[in-house]
């Protein structure tokens, strides 16, 4: 069995660097999201959590903007609120396209697959809606879509069709701010180094970048963040590990035990054969009577 974290990533890869310094908040990244792929509205439901209503990343959410309120100044700025500290951390969240994608490893039919430009996509058509894809997910991204006859897994593409035909993807292509920076991975990741340095000599001594590091548990991903506070602020795991970095090893442990335990039934079966317990005492008998008479 082949695991993604086996597999190299050819060179041209592409990807997301989303400057959350910047992101003003107008999910103009949702709507264009979905309406470019079509993806069923999410509840519209209000929520109550600041001005974020979608919550999470999931089957019918591509894109994410999270919205977080804080009492405390952002950097040097002056607040202006009657003497309090105060501060929005807005975000838009997405698939992180990882460099050892788990999702990839658990599929059975092949529906989710590694593209030319070094994304993950799913083929809805091709997908039986097992479900394996969204537990096995670190970063808890994927969701299924129920349907009348059963359901598919479902998550952003980065705009697959758009990259064929030599365009950015629609969230990126929108952004007012260019929170969301599309193009070569390499030149993304020496981008962001230089940002970073601009934000901390602001005064955002907190900032930092999260998923550009290729040696991270999932080995660097193809949509990584300049973050202002701590990952687990946005809702992001502090230290991402690929789920199924253990199965290979797993498979070789389950394989010795199952070699071992056929091992032991053949000889079992062997020592019951009619003849076989008598011929063993005749083997044994002088052996046993040279040791009494030592």
């Not at 951390?89 to 070094?118: I, N, Q, W």
Request: hydrophobic content about 35%; some cysteine; aromatic content about 8%.
């Amino acid at each position: 069995m082949a695991f993604d974290l086996d597999e190299a990533i050819g060179a041209g890869r592409v990807g997301f660097f989303t400057d959350t310094s910047v992101c003003i908040g107008c999910k103009a990244c949702e709507v264009a999201c979905k309406e470019w792929n079509a993806v069923p509205d999410d509840g519209l439901t209000f929520t109550g959590m600041s001005y974020d209503n979608t919550v999470s990343l999931g089957a019918d959410t591509w894109r994410h903007v999270a919205f977080i309120e804080q009492r405390r100044p952002l950097g040097h700025q002056e607040p202006g609120l009657d003497g309090q500290d105060f501060r929005w951390l807005m975000a838009s969240d997405v698939c992180k396209h990882c460099t050892h994608a788990a999702c990839l490893d658990v599929c059975p039919t092949g529906s989710l697959f590694r593209t030319e430009y070094g994304t993950v996509v799913v083929q809805e058509d091709v997908c039986n809606g097992c479900g394996y894809c969204v537990p096995a997910c670190p970063f808890g991204v994927i969701g299924k879509r129920e349907r009348e006859h059963g359901g598919t897994a479902a998550k952003c593409t980065m705009c697959y069709d758009r990259l064929g035909a030599g365009e950015e993807p629609a969230c990126a292509k929108t952004c007012p701010t260019d929170s969301i920076q599309f193009g070569d991975l390499e030149e993304l990741r020496e981008r962001a180094e230089r940002r970073l340095e601009q934000v901390r000599a602001a005064g955002v001594t907190s900032a930092q970048l999260y998923g550009h590091d290729t040696g991270d548990g999932v080995g660097g991903m193809g949509a990584f963040f300049l973050l202002l506070d701590e990952p687990e602020v946005y809702g992001l795991p502090p230290d991402p590990v690929v789920t199924t970095r253990d199965l290979p090893s797993m498979w070789r442990h389950t394989a010795t035990a199952a070699l071992a335990l056929l091992a032991g039934v053949a000889a079992a079966a062997w020592l019951r054969r009619p003849g076989t317990t008598v011929a063993l005492r005749r083997w044994a008998g002088p052996a046993t009577r040279r040791r009494r008479k030592a």
